[in-house]
T-cell receptor, first 113, second 115 residues
Framework: QQQVKQSPQSLIVQKGGISIINCAYE??????FPWYQQFPGKGPALLIA?????SEKKEGRFTISFNKSAKQFSLHIMDSQPGDSATYFC????????????FGTGTRLQVTL | KAGVTQTPRYLIKTRGQQVTLSCSPI?????VSWYQQTPGQGLQFLFE???????NKGNFPGRFSGRQFSNSRSEMNVSTLELGDSALYLC??????????????FGPGTRLTVL
């Protein structure tokens, strides 16, 4: 059974600041680590994902850092904007069953003006 | 390409009733997964269907069941509803032909309220 620990539970960042959310998993996972963004009343939307053959992936203001040996990965949001205010989930596929995602508990991000 | 669609978007039922939720995946996607989202338990995996067969199952009681049709559309059924079944039920579709982790695309969800 995959276990995923996500922190912090909530985060308040000023506009222009850096938001950092961390995730740790326990069991050896499959080769795909996504982050999802969810706005109220909407389903989660894929934000960015990384495969463990790289240690970092950047897409615009969003960066995933991956530490395979420590079984940790993190999301960095640079130049945070009020429109980034949402709940963010990390997810880890279960070993051998990549289509079954175990989600972190979520981080509610609020970006203030 | 149209995204994942779920119907109905909102549903109110009473305890003891049963409910059927529907999901249409992205065209060409053969995998459909269902998740339950609640404030207390977060996002929890219910089950996954691929080519009309249940491929994975989460830790939910037998009251929760599903099926997939030949056109990849999927339905989820909950029988003998309990108050604790009130949740946002999310459907996600994926291509999953490579054998590696594929992106799952979520629908907007069905908000089920059990009174």
């Amino acid at each position: 059974q995959q276990q995923v620990k996500q922190s912090p539970q909530s985060l308040i960042v000023q506009k222009g600041g850096i938001s950092i959310i961390n995730c740790a998993y326990e069991n050896t996972a499959f080769d795909y680590f996504p982050w999802y963004q969810q706005f109220p009343g909407k389903g989660p939307a894929l934000l960015i994902a990384i495969r463990p053959d790289v240690s970092e992936k950047k897409e615009g203001r969003f960066t995933i850092s991956f530490n395979k040996s420590a079984k940790q990965f993190s999301l960095h949001i640079m130049d945070s904007q009020p429109g980034d205010s949402a709940t963010y989930f990390c997810a880890v596929p279960n070993t051998g069953t990549a289509s079954k995602l175990t989600f972190g508990t979520g981080t509610r991000l609020q970006v203030t003006l | 390409k149209a995204g994942v669609t779920q119907t109905p978007r909102y549903l109110i039922k009473t305890r003891g009733q049963q409910v059927t939720l529907s999901c249409s995946p992205i065209s060409g996607h053969r995998s459909v997964s269902w998740y339950q989202q609640t404030p207390g338990q977060g996002l929890q995996f219910l089950f996954e269907y691929f080519s009309e067969t249940q491929r994975n199952k989460g830790n939910f009681p037998g009251r929760f069941s599903g099926r997939q049709f030949s056109n990849s559309r999927s339905e989820m059924n909950v029988s003998t509803l309990e108050l604790g079944d009130s949740a946002l039920y999310l459907c996600a579709s994926a291509l999953t032909t490579s054998g590696r982790g594929d992106t799952q695309y979520f629908g907007p969800g069905t908000r089920l309220t059990v009174l």
